[in-house]
């Protein structure tokens, strides 16, 4: 494996490849799809250097399939994939969330709907990572700005995926996926690496679904004795196909909620000038890199504005931008895609007249001078 | 002999979904003599299934057992495979689940020729649905959506996995129970893709519709209507008209998928060792 620890210039698909690696992922599946088949093709060069396995499957449900398979024996296994392939996953997300399987799905966003513009930048895919799967459950879903960032994104993504036994998805967009930028990449001796809690009780007393007080339940490997059962059906806390209300329940209950007592820990955001704005910018992925840009140039031209670039975006990080909103003049969401986070952050602000979409969905970026120019607008209104 | 497999029984999880007269049953319990008789380690055996009434039976094998979407239990299995090949695993589909939406993955996971023991449970209907037709139900029998008799032609199963890859085929029936357990042991013994086809009965959601009459009658008329394949050598065609082959139907031997991979993973160990020195 190459090198780490120095300067070097990395594309933000190998960044994420690269991550996964450092952090324990020892199991790829997947099916090509621009604008994110660079991660298939460094895992199928460096996965059997490192022991690992990687298999380019049939189509998306497969890979999908696949890793939940290798998830199960207790290896850390991810895919990545793009719109198409990721509105394939769909049924099997809804699998791991059902059945609380840890798995990582990248998916380098692309231009929608259908195959749209397969090399064309977007975001338009926030709203699916939360619901695209039937049914209502628990998800998160990170979406990182740079190349660095898709590095600790990743390892993060995979850490919260063993944490809290769930699917979690990471939403890059072209722009980020095919930037190539100088980093420097933490020695893996540096990462913190969490793995999943396995069972400590004698394979008679395991019982793969029963809640321990953290609302996440031990799960044991595949092979190791435990002999348990794996559905996607309601079940009860032994995995076994459940019907009665109370049981569902219960066990639904736990489900949608076991997230709520870890929001802080889920939730990453960064804040830049953001304790005397007068105006703020929330914005995410590729985007936030204009957004930053945008910034500087309206702080210079002396307009007192804030950026909230976030990280986590589901679960919502509510309260951190329903605070940030609070007694601004004005808010701009900036979102390569028809509006979809101004939903979110509509529901969390008390002044929704006040709030204001720069979007932009031909194919194109949107550029920090759009963005001053939106701002400078409504300021000379306000 | 029922009690000998009782250990790999979940008998808490009983009494079964089935309906009185499936053959499901009894193809069960063929799989479990063969594991059984291959002294198969059950720590380390897995069962996958898709989704449908034969798919259920995962649900009460105590193995390992992982009931999956429908259609996908293949590509489930090729992770778990792939991830810890030490493990043997089998799969268990019905002929909607694996010839319909997991046909795909079926051909692909026999041209890979993965180290898979495949049972599918033909009972020639969608059954958990009520009745629906199949890849497999026979042209002209009828169905809940082929009210006026299937238009379609079905798949010779067998012949299409073997043409993928698999290494191993072969066809049984609930009828014919001592050569079905022998068939999957046969699967078992191939490192490679096996592929058994366990012809079963389905009296509530096809016999009924199709007037075949009691289950003991409709599994009577599989040893009727089949013919061992060594026998049928000597038959002439018009004599085989009707009827379908059973037995092991296909043997060969070829690179097993996984076995592929670790000499890939060994080949870089080595380098290593080499680079280290
Ligand atoms: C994606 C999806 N489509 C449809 C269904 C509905 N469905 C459940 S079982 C089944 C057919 C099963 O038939 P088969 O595989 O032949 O098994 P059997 O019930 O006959 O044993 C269908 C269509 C489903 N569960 N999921
Ligand atoms: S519907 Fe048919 S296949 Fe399903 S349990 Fe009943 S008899 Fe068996």
Same mark, same amino acid.
Not at chain 1, 46 to 61: A, H
Not at chain 1, 204 to 223: H, Q, R, V
Not at chain 2, 27 to 55: N, Q, Y
């Given at each position: ?317 509510? $309260?951190? %931008?329903?605070?940030?909103?609070? !007694? @601004?003049?004005?808010? =701009? ?5 028809? *509006?979809?986070? &101004? $939903?979110? %952050?509509?529901?969390?602000?008390? !002044? @929704?007249?006040?709030? =204001? ?5 031909? *194919?194109?970026? &949107? ?8 701002? @400078? ?6 | ?277």
């Amino acid at each position: 494996m190459i090198k780490q620890k120095k300067a070097r210039l990395l594309q933000g698909n190998n960044a994420c490849a690269m991550a996964a690696i450092d952090a324990g992922v020892r199991f790829f599946a997947g099916y090509p799809i621009t604008p994110s088949t660079e991660i298939a093709e460094y895992m199928a060069e460096n996965l059997p250097r490192v022991g690992g396995k990687f298999i380019q499957m049939e189509d998306e449900i497969a890979g999908m399939a696949a890793i939940l398979g290798a998830s199960l024996t207790g290896v850390k296994a991810i895919t990545a994939t793009s719109g198409p392939g990721f509105s394939l996953k769909q049924e099997n997300i809804g699998f791991a969330t059902m059945a609380e399987i840890p798995c990582v799905i990248v998916n380098v966003q692309r231009m929608g709907p259908s195959t749209g513009g397969p090399t064309s930048p977007a975001q338009g895919d926030v709203m699916q990572a939360r619901w695209g799967t039937h049914g209502d459950h628990p998800v998160i879903t990170l979406s990182p700005a740079s190349v660095l960032e898709t590095y600790e994104l990743t390892v993060k993504a995979i850490n919260f995926a063993e944490k809290f036994r769930m699917p979690v998805i990471l939403l890059l967009d072209e722009v980020v996926g095919h930037m190539r930028e100088k980093v420097i990449i933490p020695d893996v001796s540096e990462l913190e690496i969490i793995e999943r809690k396995r069972p400590v009780v004698p394979p008679d007393e395991y019982k793969p679904y029963l809640d321990d007080g953290t609302g996440i339940p031990a799960m044991a490997d595949f092979g190791t004795g435990y002999r348990w059962h794996v559905t996607g059906l309601n079940h009860d806390e032994n995995g076994a196909p459940a019907g009665k209300a109370e049981v569902v329940q219960s066990q639904l209950t736990r489900l949608f909620n076991k997230l709520r007592p870890y929001y802080d820990e889920i939730s990453l955001f960064k804040t830049y000038k953001t304790e005397d704005a007068q105006y703020l910018l929330i914005s995410f992925g590729g985007t936030a890199r204009s957004a930053a840009e945008a910034l500087q140039t309206l702080r210079k031209q002396g307009i007192k504005a804030g950026f909230l670039q976030l990280q986590t975006i589901w679960p919502f990080p509510e $309260g951190t %931008v329903a605070n940030l909103c609070k !007694n @601004k003049k004005a808010v =701009f969401v900036a979102e390569m895609n028809d *509006g979809q986070i &101004i $939903g979110e %952050v509509k529901k969390n602000i008390e !002044n @929704k007249e006040s709030l =204001f979409g720069i979007n932009k969905i031909n *194919g194109e970026l &949107i550029t920090p001078q759009e963005i001053v120019q939106r701002v @400078k607008e409504v300021v000379g209104v306000c | 002999m029922l009690k000998d497999v009782e250990q790999y029984i979940r008998m808490n999880r009983l009494p079964h979904i089935w309906c009185p007269g499936c053959g499901n049953g009894i193809v069960m319990k063929a799989i479990l003599e063969a594991i059984l008789d291959s002294r198969l380690d059950p720590l380390k055996t897995v069962f996958v299934s898709g989704i449908g009434c034969s798919s259920r039976a995962t649900g009460y094998l105590n193995f390992d057992t992982l009931h999956t979407t429908h259609g996908r239990a293949l590509a489930f299995a090729t992770g778990i495979k792939l991830a810890k090949p030490e493990l043997n695993v089998f799969v268990v589909t019905g002929d909607g689940d694996g010839t319909a939406i997991g046909g795909n993955h079926l051909i692909h996971a026999a041209r890979r020729n993965i180290d898979l023991n495949v049972i599918l449970f033909n009972n020639n209907i969608y059954g958990m649905t009520g009745g629906q037709y199949s890849p497999l139900t026979p042209q002209g029998k009828s169905a809940t959506t082929a009210p006026y008799g299937n238009i379609e032609r079905p798949f010779d199963i067998c012949e299409l996995t073997k043409s993928a890859g698999a290494t191993y085929v072969g066809r049984g029936t609930v009828y014919h129970t001592k050569q079905l357990t022998e068939l999957v042991k046969g699967a078992i013994q191939n490192k490679g893709f096996s592929f058994v086809e366990a012809v079963t009965v389905c009296p509530v959601s096809y016999g009924r519709r199709n007037k075949l009459g009691s289950a003991p009658q409709m599994i009577t008329a599989l040893k009727d209507n089949a013919v061992n394949v060594k026998a049928a050598q000597k038959l002439e065609a018009d004599q085989l008209a009707g009827k379908f082959l059973i037995g092991e139907l296909y043997k060969e031997t070829a690179p097993e998928y996984t076995q592929s991979y670790d000499a890939l993973i060994a080949r870089f160990r080595k380098e290593g060792d080499a680079h280290e020195q």
